[in-house]
Antibody, heavy 119, light 113 residues
Framework: QVQLVESGGGAVQPGRSLRLSCAAS????????MHWVRQAPGKGLEGVAI????????YYADSVKGRFTISRDNSKNTLHLQMNSLRAEDTAVYYC????????????WGQGTLVTVSS | DIVMTQSPDSLAVSLGERATISCKSS????????????LAWYQQKPGQPPKLLLY???TRESGVPDRFSGSGSGTDFTLTISSLQAEDVAVYYC?????????FGQGTKVEIK
C-alpha cells in the first residue's frame, strides 16, 4: 500500500534552517509529481512547492520563493524540502502529497510533520 | 494565482439532511481541450490529512460514498452531501489544479445541528 512518511520537523528559531524529508513506498515514486502542502494551526491548506516526476520542473508559492527548495531522490524514493530563513509565519504542519496520474489532485498524503518557528 | 472562495465558512445540518457547499474560482478552471474542470474536493477530519473525495469536479474517488456529489463548471462549483451522517463532520476544501501552483479554498466546517 502507498505510504508517505514525513520527518524532520521540530522547533527552530527565526532565521534558521530545517530540512524536511518524505519517504515514499508502495508506488513507482519516479513516475509522479510530488508536493509539499502546509497547514498553519487552525488554518486552511496552502500549497508550498511542487516537483515534477523527474525533478526537472519546480514551482513555489510566492510566500516561500527564494527561501525554500524542493528536491527529490528517485533512487531512494525520497522527497525533500530545504527551508531557509524561517519565519514565524512558516509555523505549520507540512504534508507531502502524491499527485494522481491526472496530474493535479492528490490521492495520498502523509500524516504531516510540525514545524514551529519561534524565538 | 487562481483564488478559490468557499461559502459558507461553516454550516450546521441535522443528521439525514442535505449539506451544500459552494466554491468559486477567480478564473475558469475548465480546460477547453478536454472539457474537464480541474477541480477537486477534499474532506479533512481533526488530526488527519485531507482525503480526496471528488476530482474533475464531479467524479467520486474510489470508495467514497455516493451521498457525496459534485456539480458545476467554469468558475462555480458545489459539493453536496445528500444525507449527512455523523462521520461526515469535517472541514471540506475545494482545490483547483488548472494552474500549476494549485490553490485551495479556505475550507468549510460541517457540523451536526
Amino acid at each position: 500500500q502507498v505510504q508517505l512518511v514525513e520527518s524532520g520537523g521540530g522547533a527552530v528559531q527565526p532565521g534558521r534552517s530545517l530540512r524536511l524529508s518524505c519517504a515514499a513506498s508502495g508506488f513507482t515514486f519516479s513516475s509522479y509529481g510530488m508536493h509539499w502542502v502546509r497547514q498553519a494551526p487552525g488554518k486552511g491548506l496552502e500549497g508550498v512547492a511542487i516537483i515534477s516526476y523527474d525533478g526537472s520542473n519546480k514551482y513555489y508559492a510566492d510566500s516561500v520563493k527564494g527561501r525554500f527548495t524542493i528536491s527529490r531522490d528517485n533512487s531512494k524514493n525520497t522527497l525533500h524540502l530545504q527551508m531557509n530563513s524561517l519565519r514565524a509565519e512558516d509555523t505549520a504542519v507540512y504534508y507531502c502529497a502524491k499527485e494522481t496520474f491526472r496530474g493535479g489532485d492528490f490521492d495520498y498524503w502523509g500524516q504531516g510533520t510540525l514545524v514551529t518557528v519561534s524565538s | 494565482d487562481i483564488v478559490m472562495t468557499q461559502s459558507p465558512d461553516s454550516l450546521a445540518v441535522s443528521l439525514g439532511e442535505r449539506a451544500t457547499i459552494s466554491c468559486k474560482s477567480s478564473q475558469s478552471v475548465l480546460y477547453s481541450s478536454n472539457n474537464k474542470n480541474y477541480l477537486a474536493w477534499y474532506q479533512q477530519k481533526p488530526g488527519q490529512p485531507p482525503k480526496l473525495l471528488l476530482y474533475w469536479a464531479s467524479t467520486r474517488e474510489s470508495g467514497v460514498p455516493d451521498r457525496f456529489s459534485g456539480s458545476g463548471s467554469g468558475t462555480d462549483f458545489t459539493l453536496t452531501i445528500s444525507s449527512l451522517q455523523a462521520e461526515d463532520v469535517a472541514v471540506y476544501y475545494c482545490q483547483q489544479y488548472y494552474s500549476r501552483m494549485f490553490t485551495f479554498g479556505q475550507g468549510t466546517k460541517v457540523e451536526i445541528k
